[in-house]
């Protein structure tokens, strides 16, 4: 038995060594072309960074036509580590723009759609900084399929998300509505606090929208959502700029905690 486990360890081992070896002999063979387009400087006017962009953009799109090797997660990984150091660009992406963060997860969500954090920096970046809601929603919807209520843990978050987008971005209540139900529908698979209470908020949000479908309690509960994902402070001013001119009311607690009121009158 441990002679056996041995040699699927060794198989395991051999498999990612040459796993790591094709990816690298691929990109190797495209960088001269990929780095044509590429002049980095610390004075690197707009056009430098418009090349940049072509360049990375050939990278992302090389990425989706490599042979995985049954590694795949270790592609959504790599994917969303250069979107990393992409949206992080801030000189970059101010000389240019975020055209190219729906790309990085439509790598990401080929390759790993369980990859459930990935999912929330996709509806900012792709959305709020990018203008593509109709591609975070495609997006979504892409990876909803192959996820179920427990696959991956707490994916109903995944729902929320998309229903976010539809409403506040596309106008779309009827599918916001359907999208909150079933975030619901799977958090009530959930006994975690956490769980039941997102529960409750979703289908409270999916039944203001089906009794008004202008609601502007569920436009404040879906931009609060936005408020609590926010991992930057330009998305946080959004949200709450959006949430007072909707009536609702944004406070810290004492123990800094953000608390959202919603508009007296819906």
């Not at 801030?90 to 240019?96: F, G, I, L, N, V």
């Not at 229903?163 to 139900?181: M, R, Y």
């Not at 009536?247 to 819906?266: H, L, M």
């Amino acid at each position: 038995m441990v002679a056996l486990s041995r040699q699927n360890l060794n198989q395991s081992i051999c498999a990612l060594i040459v796993a790591l070896l094709g990816i690298t002999a691929v990109i190797a063979f495209q960088m001269p072309q990929l780095n044509s387009l590429v002049k980095k400087s610390a004075t690197a006017s707009a056009e430098d960074f418009k090349k940049d962009l072509e360049s990375e953009r050939l990278q992302l799109e090389l990425m989706q036509k490599l042979p995985s090797f049954g590694f795949d997660n270790m592609i959504g990984n790599w994917a969303f580590i250069k979107f990393a150091q992409y949206f992080g660009d801030e000189t970059a992406r101010d000389k240019s723009d975020y055209s190219l963060s729906p790309e990085y997860f439509k790598v990401i969500i080929n390759q790993d759609p369980y990859f459930i954090d990935a999912y929330r920096f996709l509806s900012s970046s792709t959305t709020l900084y990018a203008g593509m809601p109709e591609r975070t929603v495609a997006l979504m919807q892409q990876g909803l399929k192959s996820l179920a209520p427990k696959i991956p843990n707490k994916s109903y978050y995944i729902w929320r998300y998309k229903g976010t987008d539809e409403l506040l971005f596309l106008g779309d209540s009827q599918a916001a509505k359907q999208s909150f139900e079933t975030a619901g529908k799977w958090a009530d698979t959930y006994s975690d606090d956490d769980s039941k209470y997102l529960a409750k908020i979703s289908h409270q949000t999916a039944q203001f929208l089906a009794k008004n479908p202008n609601s502007k309690s569920a436009q404040v509960s879906a931009w609060s959502m936005v408020l609590n994902n926010a991992f930057d402070d330009r998305v946080r001013k959004i949200a709450i700029s959006r949430i007072q001119a909707l009536g609702g009311t944004v406070s810290i607690t004492p123990d800094g905690q953000v608390k959202v009121q919603p508009p007296k009158k819906d």
